[in-house]
Nanobody
Framework: QVQLVESGGGLVQAGGSLRLSCAAS????????MGWFRQAPGKEREFVAH????????YYGDSVKGRFTISRDNARNTVYLQMNSLKPEDTAVYYC???????????????????WGQGTQVTVSS
């Protein structure tokens, strides 16, 4: 079992920055990969970023490449999403997710992840 709790969301002006955190508990943190997804009202959940168990590999969705950075601190059992140059279209609920089963599915598929946090709202005003 893994429990995930996101924090750090809020309201920010376009061009601003936010850093989201996701604290994990339960299974040993440095044994599984993590991801971030987001979902805007009326839209499907969208892949944002993925990081391997040791932080050695990271992947990003096309819409956030060059602006967002995913990282993890295995000593603190926490994964982060640094979001810079925010745009109004980044407004969404952001979810962190854990891939503890490692079935080898594509990392941008939400069914690759078996544990999810409750989400944190990010709103970017124009």
């Amino acid at each position: 079992q893994v429990q995930l709790v996101e924090s750090g969301g809020g309201l920010v002006q376009a061009g601003g920055s936010l850093r989201l955190s996701c604290a994990a508990s339960g299974r040993i943190f440095n044994t599984y990969a993590m991801g971030w997804f987001r979902q805007a009202p009326g839209k499907e959940r969208e892949f944002v970023a993925h990081i391997s168990w040791n932080g050695g590999n990271t992947y990003y969705g096309d819409s956030v490449k060059g602006r967002f950075t995913i990282s993890r601190d295995n000593a603190r059992n926490t994964v982060y999403l640094q979001m810079n140059s925010l745009k109004p279209e980044d407004t969404a609920v952001y979810y962190c997710a854990a891939d503890t089963l490692d079935y080898g599915l594509a990392i941008d598929r939400d069914d690759s992840y078996d544990y999810w946090g409750q989400g944190t709202q990010v709103t970017v005003s124009s």
